[in-house]
């Protein structure tokens, strides 16, 4: 099993900038990655990276967001640039290995 704990989200005001943080309690072989669910919407894919680097992004945050992870501590970043107000969720840690894991969450609100 592998438990996941998100951190870093909060309020920022638009063209802002936050880093989300997702550890995980062992080391992953898999994919890491990062959703997001928004008032009133689905869960949708933010990014992801595998464990050499290669990634992954929707194009709603590609050129503002970026993916890394630091495999030496089993964990996954999110860095947001440029924020928008469409851009407030809460933003999930995934892990895709022989099963998937999530973490349980971290609110982003972007003010306009």
């Known amino acids: 099993q592998v438990q996941l704990v998100e951190s870093g989200g909060g309020l920022v005001q638009a063209g802002g900038s936050l880093r989300l943080s997702c550890a995980a309690s062992r080391s992953i072989f898999g994919i890491m990655g990062w959703y997001r669910q928004a008032p009133g919407k689905q869960r949708e894919f933010v990014a992801d990276i595998n464990k050499v680097g290669s990634t992954k992004y929707a194009d709603s945050v590609k050129g503002r967001f970026t993916i890394s992870r630091d495999n030496a501590e089993n964990t996954v970043y999110l860095q947001m640039n440029s924020l928008k107000p469409e851009d407030t969720a809460v933003y999930y840690c995934?892990?895709?290995?022989?099963?998937?894991?999530w973490g349980r969450g971290t609110q982003v609100t972007v003010s306009s």
């Open positions: 995934n892990v895709r290995q022989v099963y998937d894991y």
